[in-house]
């Protein structure tokens, strides 16, 4: 083969492997309506949500979550964490907390650098995290990143994770 036709090769091959890149849930039209129970559920403080764990004989699911930069983040909040399927589990199992590290939203100064202090203390390196947590805060489920899974198929995962 001629070298010019390799070039050209080359070059159209590395094109379409670097272009735009489609995301399951990247049209607008595939994202289902949030459950209404989600707002009511999640909490941003870990001390209260181990102390309701405790009450209520639940763990504590924390999603660690660049809520408004990071595409991972937005897909596991839409599609899975604000769904009826996972809501209904985590109403009887979890208490729900979310860690936020916005870019373009203040977050308060105090709860900024908790988020942080968690963050170090957890070892986060990477969003989104999610960790499911006894009351005690030792670490007994860990995830990170997002499989683009739905809520029916990350709840049974989820489930079959912490019956081990």
Known sequence: MKP?????LTAM???IACGPQQNAYQNA????SPDPRAKQLWGDNLEIAKAQAATNNKLVFVDFTGSDWCPP???LHDHVLTQK???DFAEKNLELVV???PKNKPLDE???LANRALAEQYKIGSFPTV????VDGSVVHREEGFGNKNAQAYTADLKKALDK
Not at 4 to 8: A, D, E, K, Q
Not at 29 to 32: H, I
Not at 131 to 134: A, G, K, Q, T
């Open 4 to 8: 010019l036709p390799l070039i050209c």
């Open 13 to 15: 091959l590395g094109l």
């Open 29 to 32: 039209a595939e994202v289902p």
């Open 73 to 75: 983040c937005m897909a």
């Open 85 to 87: 399927a996972f809501l």
């Open 99 to 101: 860690i936020d590290f």
């Open 110 to 112: 105090k709860v900024e």
């Open 131 to 134: 960790l499911v947590l006894d």
